[in-house]
């Protein structure tokens, strides 16, 4: 598993696969893309600052800190 936040889009990613995205779905702010047999490939979380202030406390240590320095 690989993420990555982008603050310009406030945005964090979060791969597991690298199998070809065959599609997504859409819901608020967050997005999944499946792959063709509809295992999870790719998670976006749109506003992820606000969303990280509500979940900060569940995601591991080394996570909030990269996040949040």
């Not at 889009?9 to 893309?33: G, P």
């Not at 509809?38 to 979380?45: F, P």
């Amino acid at each position: 598993m690989k993420y990555r936040y982008t603050k310009e889009d406030d945005a964090l990613l979060i791969q597991f696969s690298r199998a070809k995205i065959e599609d997504a779905a859409h819901n608020r702010d967050v997005i999944t893309h499946f792959d063709k047999d509809g295992n999870l490939v790719l998670l976006e979380i749109l506003n992820a600052s606000r969303f990280l202030k509500m979940t900060s406390k569940a995601l591991p240590k080394e996570v909030r800190k990269e996040l949040f320095t």
